[in-house]
Every structure is written in structure tokens, then in C-alpha cells.
């Protein structure tokens, strides 16, 4: 019975249905067509935002193996620093021209991405470097970082909360029928979309991406046949930081208003995506970000006191059924 | 000496507390299968991974083709030439066979006549070259291991205890494919199957707690039951 089970699983596409499978058991539980599409929307672009964050991470976690706590500081700094950038072009923003929203958007999303390139090199050389292969002390110095990260921004921007302007273009709702979707859930679903098949194609198009890949199995092997693991991991975790400060740009956008406590209050979210995902996989990472976000939203309107613990409780099925995660990059 | 490929002079390694190595000393020749035998923690693997980089000498020097490799990065080493098979055979298990293959060329490139010579050593890797490596058989898995160490010019290919876990018909066919490879190429090879070792070696060396106890031509040792029982004795299965 279980081997039929598991037979028809993979034949309807296995772990990539899972998504389209909770969104056919969401449908009759919502009771409501329109409702659904517009809470499904919602979920996916959420998905997709949190994807953006997760998905650096967990390629740094397999291709290394260290535990960056500190990866919510970039989240939380995309955040902040777009949000400054967006308020200082407020004249682009609220313009009645398309073009110039996108251009205050890209140079706040740009800005912050800047900052996760470069913050994110200045972290691997300080920080993490003189503590690889030491989970401890990783966990114990990335905390520390996090730490300080946070009260920078509490010196920077105060303990306030401040808003986030968001683009003319990107306010309000499509209305099509009954069925109201958001544009700006639409647009991050876009933008994740892009950001997943971009790095969908050099991960698996590539040599540098053959690489990275090998590197998640087996470091030591990839040293053996003449490369060196050491700068590959600096680009990945680079490249991941800006990805996780672009997630937190787009994050503030959706939230409308912003804290200190934002990244750390994503991390937590993007810890579940990277664990049920699979280490070191972008595919899982996509599949565990967009279960969470849509299971977020059918969960808080169809039974809201659930809402905080669907995701611990998403993760622990999934693990009881798949202890090393949906997709995992090491083949077992 | 200057007929040797790769000399260890008094090599010395730790791992954490432990002290493996207490002064290997080596000289392996160029060209030919040169083996390695010993009982099981005499440190057979920490001389390849000694060689390799992996683990670092504490002192002695590690020579090979001239260069003193001895404090080179891993990837230095390899790109020097030497090929590494280690004992768990190091395969990419999310990869194809084809992607295993491409990441142990510098270039990215197969060069046409070294694949053709592979898939005639090894047909199953042609069968299953889009194959996720996974999937393969032990016995596929060693033959991929071992293609993707000659998937291009090596000098000295360094191989673990290639037969570990094999059924008796692979290992012949590894035989036959060991004799074809060293035919340009010199091979380390450190192994515990005494008729697998004693059917391809040229030279033969005996670790034991970390020292070469013996040293010699493999015809010697297989002519000689008393020093094969007085060397091998506690080790070695026929």
C-alpha cells in the first residue's frame, strides 16, 4: 500500500507537487474561489520573498557548513537602507510614471544589494573565516555579530518604526471578476521567479555552478581535483548575502512599516525554509519557502489561532517524513 | 634519484592527538603499479592523504616530480598532476556521470581519444554517462572514480583500496583496466587484497605503525611465503 502510495507521489511529480497539492486541499477548506486566488497569490509571493533570504543561506550551510546566524543582518539592513533610499527619491516614488517608480525601486533594491556584497565579504574575512569546521563558535560569533548588527540599526534609524514608501505602480490590487490579487505580491513573485531560474541556470548551466554544486557533496573531493574551495565559498556567500539584503528590501516593501527585530523575526522563517528544504539546495529552498508562505496565509484566515505554529508544525511533518529535508543537495 | 616520481623523506603526521606517521620515507618509481600494503590504522590512507594535502606533514618533505610539495594547498598538488582516489571513492552522487567526468577536466573540454579509451575500459560509464552517479552500482561508482582520474593526463594517480566491497568478477576487470592505465601513468596504490595487489604490482612497500617495514619488488614477496607470513600475516586475505 505504501509502495502504491509512493509510486502514484512520484508519478504526479513527487516533492515539486507539494505546493499545488496543498493548494487543492486548501481550495474547498477556504470555501470561497476569489478568496482562495487572492490568498494563494499571497502566499506565493511571500514565498518568493522569502525564498530571496533563504536561499543564500542554505547554499553557504551546505558548501561550508557553517551556521551564519548573522544572515538576518543583511535582512534586516536591505530593509532599512532601501526604505532610505525609497524616502529620499519620495518624488519618483509617488510619481504618476511607471518608469520612474521602477527607477527609485531599482536603486533602493540596488543600493541594498551593495551593501550585502560588500558587508557580506567584510563578514566572511572578520567573522566567519577564522571560524570554519567550529559550529560552536560559529553559532557563538555570528550571534555576537547579529547582536551588534541590530544595535547599528537601532543608532542608525532609532528604535522607531519607520515606514516604507512603496511605489505608485505597486500599490493596490488587480480586481479581475471578484478575485482582487496585489501587485505587490505579484511583482515579488516575479522578481523570485527570476532571481530562482537565474540561479536555476548558472547552478546547473555552468561550470561554476558544477562546482558549487560538487562543493555542497564533498569539499574535500572538489580540492582534490584541483580547485579551490575557499574562493568559491566567498563568491556563494557574497552572492547569498545580497540575495538575503534584496529579500529584505522587498520584505519592507511588503510590510509597509519596519523595526530592529525585522530580520530576526524572518529568520526564523527562513531557518524552517533552508531545514525542510534541504541543505545546500536551491530547488528545495524554492519548494520550502513557497509550502510556508502559502500555508501562512491559508492557515491565518482559516484558522487564525494556528497561524504561529503552522510552520513548526510544517516542519516537523516533513522532517518525520523526509529527515534530511524535501530536496536535499547530498544524495544519501 | 632521478628516476623517481614521488620521494617521502622522514614524513611525519598527526591527526589531532594522535602521531600516524612516525618517519615514512619512500621513493616511488616512474612508471609502473607500485603498492602499498599493510594491516588495517598501519597508515596506508594517512600516507595518500599526507601526499595529497589533506592532512599536513608536521615535518619531513614530500617531493614529487621535482617539486617540493610538501606545504602545497590540495588543489595545488592536483593540478601538478597527481590524481586522488580515495577509499570512499570521493563520487558526486547528485551529479551525472557526465558532470562527474567534467569537473575533473582543467580545461571543460574532453579530450575525444582519452573518453574512447574510458568507455572501452569501463562501457558502463557510456551506458550511464546522464546518469545521476547515485544510482550507480559500488563496483560503476570505483569504475567512475577511477575514469574520472584518467580523464586526463595524470602523472601519478593515487588510489585507495580500490577492490574494498567489490565481487570477485569487477575486481578481475579492475585488474585488466589497472594494467592498461599504468601503462602511461604511474599508480600509488595502496590496497589490502594481497591477489589483487600481487597480480598488478611492480614494487611493493609494508607499512606498519606508521613505518615501511619492508621494501622490495613484488615478485620478491610473492616467491617468499615465509617474509609474506612474517610481514603480511596479520592483514592480508588471499
Avoid at chain 1, 57 to 72: A, P
Avoid at chain 1, 294 to 321: C, E, H, Q, R, T
Wanted: aromatic share 8%; proline share 3%.
Amino acid at each position: 500500500m505504501n509502495k502504491q502510495i509512493s509510486a502514484l507521489f512520484d508519478r504526479i511529480g513527487g516533492v515539486y507537487a507539494l505546493p499545488i497539492i496543498l493548494m487543492v486541499i486548501a481550495l474547498p477548506l477556504v470555501g470561497s474561489f476569489p478568496t482562495w486566488v487572492t490568498l494563494t497569490v499571497a502566499g506565493l509571493g511571500m514565498g518568493m520573498m522569502i525564498f530571496l533570504m533563504a536561499s543564500g543561506l542554505s547554499l553557504v550551510f551546505g558548501l561550508m557548513d557553517v551556521l551564519n546566524f548573522g544572515h538576518s543582518a543583511f535582512i534586516s539592513f536591505g530593509a532599512f537602507i532601501a526604505a532610505t533610499v525609497l524616502a529620499a527619491l519620495a518624488v519618483w516614488v509617488g510619481a504618476d510614471n511607471w518608469m520612474l517608480n521602477l527607477l527609485a525601486l531599482t536603486a533602493a533594491v540596488g543600493a541594498a544589494m551593495l551593501f550585502g556584497l560588500v558587508a557580506g565579504w567584510a563578514f566572511e574575512a572578520v567573522i566567519v573565516k577564522p571560524v570554519y569546521s567550529d559550529h560552536l563558535r560559529q553559532i557563538l560569533i555570528t550571534i555576537g555579530a547579529l547582536i551588534v548588527a541590530d544595535q547599528l540599526v537601532l543608532v542608525i534609524w532609532g528604535g522607531i518604526p519607520i515606514s516604507v514608501p512603496k511605489p505608485a505602480f505597486l500599490q493596490g490590487s488587480f480586481i479581475i471578476g471578484d478575485v482582487s490579487i496585489e501587485i505587490y505580491r505579484s511583482f515579488a513573485f516575479l522578481v523570485g521567479t527570476i532571481v530562482f531560474t537565474l540561479l536555476y541556470l548558472v547552478l546547473n548551466r555552468t561550470r561554476l555552478g558544477l562546482l558549487i554544486r560538487a562543493g555542497v557533496e564533498n569539499r574535500e573531493m572538489v580540492e582534490a581535483l584541483g580547485f579551490r574551495i575557499g574562493r568559491l565559498f566567498v563568491l556563494v556567500f557574497v552572492v547569498g548575502s545580497a540575495l538575503a539584503a534584496m529579500g529584505g528590501a522587498m520584505w519592507g516593501g511588503y510590510q509597509g512599516l519596519i523595526s530592529g527585530e525585522l530580520g530576526s523575526q524572518v529568520m526564523i522563517l527562513v531557518f524552517i525554509v533552508v531545514i525542510i528544504g534541504g541543505l545546500g539546495s536551491i530547488e528545495g529552498s524554492l519548494l520550502g519557502a513557497l509550502l510556508v508562505g502559502l500555508l501562512g496565509n491559508y492557515v491565518a484566515f482559516i484558522f487564525p489561532k494556528l497561524s504561529l505554529a503552522s510552520n513548526m508544525l510544517l516542519m516537523m511533518v516533513i522532517l518525520l517524513w523526509r529527515p534530511y529535508g524535501l530536496k536535499p543537495a547530498i544524495k544519501r | 634519484m632521478s628516476d623517481h616520481i614521488l620521494r617521502l623523506d622522514d614524513v611525519h603526521t598527526d591527526i589531532g592527538q594522535y602521531q600516524i606517521l612516525h618517519g615514512i620515507s619512500l621513493n616511488v618509481p616512474q612508471g609502473g603499479v607500485h603498492v602499498l600494503l599493510g594491516r588495517n590504522g598501519a597508515g596506508k590512507t594517512t600516507t595518500l592523504r599526507t601526499i595529497m594535502g589533506l592532512w599536513r606533514a608536521r615535518t619531513g618533505a614530500i617531493t614529487f616530480n621535482h617539486h617540493d610539495i610538501t606545504n602545497l594547498h590540495t588543489s595545488d598538488i592536483a593540478r601538478l598532476g597527481i590524481a586522488y582516489v580515495p577509499e570512499n571513492m570521493g563520487i558526486f552522487g547528485g551529479l551525472t556521470v557526465a558532470e562527474n567526468m567534467r569537473l575533473a577536466t582543467h580545461s571543460d573540454r574532453f579530450d575525444a581519444d582519452r573518453l574512447d579509451r574510458i568507455h572501452d575500459l569501463f562501457p558502463a560509464m557510456k551506458k550511464f554517462w546522464d546518469r545521476p552517479a547515485w544510482a550507480l552500482s559500488g563496483g560503476q561508482k570505483q569504475m567512475l572514480a577511477i575514469s574520472r582520474a584518467i580523464i586526463e593526463k595524470r602523472d601519478l594517480i593515487l588510489i585507495d583500496e580500490p577492490t574494498k566491497g567489490l565481487a570477485p568478477a569487477i575486481i578481475e576487470a579492475m585488474i585488466a583496466a589497472f594494467r592498461e592505465i599504468a601503462q602511461d601513468t604511474t599508480i600509488l596504490l595502496v590496497e589490502q587484497n594481497f591477489h589483487f595487489a600481487s597480480s598488478l604490482g611492480d614494487s611493493v612497500a609494508v607499512i606498519d605503525d606508521g613505518r615501511i617495514s619492508h621494501h622490495g619488488e613484488m615478485a620478491d614477496l610473492v616467491a617468499d611465503a615465509d617474509l609474506q607470513n612474517r610481514l603480511l600475516s596479520l592483514s592480508m586475505s588471499a
